[in-house]
């Protein structure tokens, strides 16, 4: 099956600044979305990407499907954004998650 | 108004028990999910119905059985708790399949087995 990495694994920011994540997978993929899983345990739908690049807020994702990769930037981090961030690729008929990006956001 | 609905979102349970967690979309969505997300926060698909029947059906013990009386529901049911079920199950729905469309989430259900 479709193999998804996310990097990095962990990361710990100061209120304020700014960060990238990456996702990288194995195969062409049909669909592309990032959530953000809350401390509450949440998922929130972020975004849904298979290519190209959308913005919301201090948050963009850009899609680079040939190069099977996409990256999600945090501007201006603040502490609620904290949590962990996921992305999931679909090649077939179901959405496959990476391990996700563990962020904490200090103030 | 909640559009994937699951209940209940916490259960303790006693090992050997036999617990349903219910699921319900307003979305007027075709195809639900059940995903199970363990310690290690890895989230791993189960099933997959659309319009009632079951599509995708991963390595998934024969304890746990998915019931959907309708599209708008997906019910999953375990028999003969186990400690390694202690975990948390997300619900899911989406237009027809996950290719090329939008995949939302239910709040989740934490288990925890006793």
């Known amino acids: 099956g479709i193999q998804v990495e996310q990097s990095p694994p962990d990361l710990i920011l100061q209120e304020g600044a700014n960060s990238t994540l990456r996702c990288n997978f194995s195969d062409s993929v049909n669909n592309l979305q990032w959530f953000h899983q809350n401390p509450w345990g949440q998922l929130i739908n972020l975004f849904y990407?298979?290519?190209g690049t959308k913005q919301n807020g201090r948050l963009s994702a850009t899609t680079v499907a040939t190069e099977r990769y996409s990256l999600l930037y945090i501007s201006s981090s603040q502490t609620t954004d904290s949590g962990v961030y996921f992305c999931?690729?679909?090649?077939?008929?179901?959405?496959?998650f990476g391990g996700g990006t563990r962020l904490m956001v200090k103030p | 108004d909640t559009a994937v609905s699951q209940t209940p979102k916490y259960l303790v349970t006693q090992m050997g028990n036999d617990k349903s967690i219910k699921c319900e979309q307003n979305?007027?969505?075709?195809?639900m999910y059940w995903y199970k997300q363990d310690s290690k926060k890895f989230l791993k698909i189960m099933f997959s119905y659309n319009n009632k029947e079951l599509i995708i059906n991963e390595t998934v013990p024969n304890r746990f059985s998915p019931k959907s009386p309708d599209k708008a529901h997906l019910n999953l049911h375990i028999n003969s708790l186990e400690l390694g079920d202690s975990a948390v199950y997300f619900c899911?729905?989406?237009?027809?399949?996950?290719?090329?469309?939008?995949?939302?989430f239910g709040e989740g259900s934490w288990l925890t087995v006793v």
């Open positions: 979305l007027g969505h075709d195809t």
């Open positions: 999931a690729v679909n090649a077939g008929n179901m959405l496959t």
């Open positions: 899911a729905s989406s237009r027809a399949g996950s290719s090329g469309n939008t995949i939302y």
């Open positions: 990407i298979p290519s």
